[in-house]
């Protein structure tokens, strides 16, 4: 049997007895077994949204990376597909890692890095060259002879080793790819290279990179136009918590501006994070035939305790999030389908909090909680999710610090914390869209300007929502909607 078709029954053999931990998510992919990691290859092809992800197919751990797959038709319903690539060949013999996909005549092309280990320390001891492969189905993959089609770092300022998760996009008649890098020194940078056909590539240049405060590597590039702007969409490893900001491992964020594709320099500003909780990395998007700029990234953070692991599976993906220029920032929003999922709903108008408010028909641990707040004199108030007696998880505004502070100090089992985000109330009213999944929260600050998504283990009886505030404070309109599940599980007939 080969190698895919074993890491396949690998998986389903597997998948009835990790459906039965509560904490499996119901709206969100996830693996049907074991590990996952980087959303890859999210492109449409053949009426369908494709999504590939990082995945070790035996056992809730990292690991020699495969490509997992889900496919939908609307981004909402989404369906397990057999595993697409298996790190066969010489060049990708230690793992295929993350990289972007496209269609071109007819076919889906994929890009991926080839790992391969040269010794013991990973961080030394590693080659990584860029693949290609290629699909008629969107299912069965063929990898390339010619592989690797980029066999070796470019001279000049880069390390010759940490060179990978190519993401490839159309640019006029030429393709274009961006890796992610390092300096010899170990600053993170962008590589630009173009091909005319995505099997021959020129080195353009090096697109934009660290200043020195940005961390010493970037992974997972993205490179996209939103409104008339450029956007660079990368994963820096190792920048140092400055204040409020940048407190898990590594970050993910974008900088805007313009990019000159004939010297393949990037004029830009300053980095902005993409979302300000905790479970947030290698976000990765594609362009929609309805001209929407998607994006969904792993809602984990490397070497972050994943209590599922106890479960045999591991990791998440966010919801589907579109993108939208406003302001000079980008507003991340949940995709418009996702409303096909809403089922019972509750509305309530004008309530008012004092200290603390509980709607005791308003409760589930898998729901959409919509709600507009006003502060009135309040300092400090908000809404707790996931709560029973001993659990809780916290979103509140402190008017004083000009923040929303998610908190999930008491949100169960995992890891504990609070993060941050910067908002300014708007006519002294907080919007909020909650996403609570049984094992994640997600909020929308404001219409999408600003995101703070979480991983958290509560038990299964941490179902109440309540309301607190210091002074009085008026829910201006509250809805409340239960979501349907909407993941399909791999079929037997892949096996
Ligand atoms: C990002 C990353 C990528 C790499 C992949 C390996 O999370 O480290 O740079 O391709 O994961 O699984």
Same mark, same amino acid.
């Given at each position: 049997m080969n190698k895919l078709h074993t890491a396949i029954e690998s998986v389903i053999k597997e998948q009835p007895k990790v459906n /039965?931990?509560?904490?499996?998510?119901?709206y969100h992919v996830s693996t049907p077994a074991y590990w996952m990691n980087d959303p890859n290859g999210f492109s449409f092809f053949n009426g369908e949204y494709h999504l590939f992800y990082q995945h070790h197919p035996y056992s809730p751990e990292w690991g020699p990376m495969f490509w997992g797959h889900v496919k939908s038709k609307n981004l909402v319903h989404w369906e397990h597909m057999p595993i697409a690539l298996a790190p066969t060949d010489e060049y990708d013999q230690d793992g295929c890692f993350s990289g972007g996909g496209i269609e071109k005549d007819g076919s889906m092309y994929v890009m991926y890095t080839g790992n391969t280990w040269t @010794? &013991?320390?990973h961080d030394k001891d590693l080659l990584q060259v860029q693949c290609l492969a290629v699909s008629n189905d969107g299912i069965h993959f063929t990898k390339f002879k010619e592989n690797p089609v980029i066999a070796e770092a470019p001279t000049g300022d880069v390390h010759p080793y940490h060179i990978r998760d190519p993401k490839v996009w159309k640019q006029g008649n030429d393709y274009y790819c961006v890796l992610g890098s390092r300096t010899m020194d170990h600053h993170g940078q962008v590589l630009l290279y173009r091909s005319s056909d995505l099997l021959h590539w020129e080195f353009i240049s090096v697109m934009a990179k660290s200043d @020195? &405060?940005? @961390?010493y590597m970037w992974e997972c590039p993205d490179v996209f136009r939103l409104e008339g702007h450029d956007v660079l969409m990368m994963s820096p490893q190792g920048v140092k918590p400055k204040g409020d900001l940048y407190h898990n491992l590594h970050q993910a964020g974008y900088v805007l501006g313009e990019l000159d594709y004939h010297t393949g320099v990037l004029s830009h500003g300053d980095f902005h994070l993409? &979302?300000? @909780?905790f479970d947030f990395y290698a976000p990765q998007t594609m362009e929609d035939p309805k001209g929407r700029r998607i994006m969904i990234a792993w809602m984990a953070m490397w070497e972050s305790h994943m209590p599922e692991q106890e479960y045999n599976w591991a990791g998440a993906m966010t919801i589907p999030r579109q993108l939208e220029w406003m302001d000079g920032e980008i507003y991340s929003k949940p995709v418009q389908e996702l409303k096909e999922l809403r089922g019972n709903v509750v509305r309530l108008e004008h309530v008012t909090v004092k200290e603390k408010k509980v709607i005791p028909e308003v409760i589930g641990d898998c729901y959409e909680l919509e709600v507009t707040i006003d502060? /009135?004199?309040?300092?400090q108030f908000g809404v707790k999710v996931r709560v029973s007696e001993k659990e809780e998880t916290v979103i509140s505004y402190s008017r004083l610090e000009g923040k929303v502070i998610l908190d999930r100090e008491r949100s169960g089992k995992g890891p504990k914390g609070i993060r941050k985000a910067p908002v300014q109330l708007k006519e002294n009213l907080l919007h909020l869209r909650v996403f609570v999944d049984h094992s994640s929260v997600e909020v929308f600050i404001n219409e999408g300007e600003k995101v703070m998504s979480a991983r958290v283990y509560p038990s299964e009886n941490s179902t109440g929502i309540s309301f607190f505030s210091d002074e009085e404070i008026s829910i201006v309109s509250l809805q409340k909607w239960d979501l349907k599940k909407c993941i399909h599980p791999l079929s037997d007939n892949f096996a």
């Amino acid at each position: 049997m080969n190698k895919l078709h074993t890491a396949i029954e690998s998986v389903i053999k597997e998948q009835p007895k990790v459906n /039965k931990n509560y904490w499996r998510l119901n709206y969100h992919v996830s693996t049907p077994a074991y590990w996952m990691n980087d959303p890859n290859g999210f492109s449409f092809f053949n009426g369908e949204y494709h999504l590939f992800y990082q995945h070790h197919p035996y056992s809730p751990e990292w690991g020699p990376m495969f490509w997992g797959h889900v496919k939908s038709k609307n981004l909402v319903h989404w369906e397990h597909m057999p595993i697409a690539l298996a790190p066969t060949d010489e060049y990708d013999q230690d793992g295929c890692f993350s990289g972007g996909g496209i269609e071109k005549d007819g076919s889906m092309y994929v890009m991926y890095t080839g790992n391969t280990w040269t @010794g &013991d320390d990973h961080d030394k001891d590693l080659l990584q060259v860029q693949c290609l492969a290629v699909s008629n189905d969107g299912i069965h993959f063929t990898k390339f002879k010619e592989n690797p089609v980029i066999a070796e770092a470019p001279t000049g300022d880069v390390h010759p080793y940490h060179i990978r998760d190519p993401k490839v996009w159309k640019q006029g008649n030429d393709y274009y790819c961006v890796l992610g890098s390092r300096t010899m020194d170990h600053h993170g940078q962008v590589l630009l290279y173009r091909s005319s056909d995505l099997l021959h590539w020129e080195f353009i240049s090096v697109m934009a990179k660290s200043d @020195g &405060d940005l @961390g010493y590597m970037w992974e997972c590039p993205d490179v996209f136009r939103l409104e008339g702007h450029d956007v660079l969409m990368m994963s820096p490893q190792g920048v140092k918590p400055k204040g409020d900001l940048y407190h898990n491992l590594h970050q993910a964020g974008y900088v805007l501006g313009e990019l000159d594709y004939h010297t393949g320099v990037l004029s830009h500003g300053d980095f902005h994070l993409l &979302d300000y @909780g905790f479970d947030f990395y290698a976000p990765q998007t594609m362009e929609d035939p309805k001209g929407r700029r998607i994006m969904i990234a792993w809602m984990a953070m490397w070497e972050s305790h994943m209590p599922e692991q106890e479960y045999n599976w591991a990791g998440a993906m966010t919801i589907p999030r579109q993108l939208e220029w406003m302001d000079g920032e980008i507003y991340s929003k949940p995709v418009q389908e996702l409303k096909e999922l809403r089922g019972n709903v509750v509305r309530l108008e004008h309530v008012t909090v004092k200290e603390k408010k509980v709607i005791p028909e308003v409760i589930g641990d898998c729901y959409e909680l919509e709600v507009t707040i006003d502060a /009135k004199s309040a300092e400090q108030f908000g809404v707790k999710v996931r709560v029973s007696e001993k659990e809780e998880t916290v979103i509140s505004y402190s008017r004083l610090e000009g923040k929303v502070i998610l908190d999930r100090e008491r949100s169960g089992k995992g890891p504990k914390g609070i993060r941050k985000a910067p908002v300014q109330l708007k006519e002294n009213l907080l919007h909020l869209r909650v996403f609570v999944d049984h094992s994640s929260v997600e909020v929308f600050i404001n219409e999408g300007e600003k995101v703070m998504s979480a991983r958290v283990y509560p038990s299964e009886n941490s179902t109440g929502i309540s309301f607190f505030s210091d002074e009085e404070i008026s829910i201006v309109s509250l809805q409340k909607w239960d979501l349907k599940k909407c993941i399909h599980p791999l079929s037997d007939n892949f096996a």
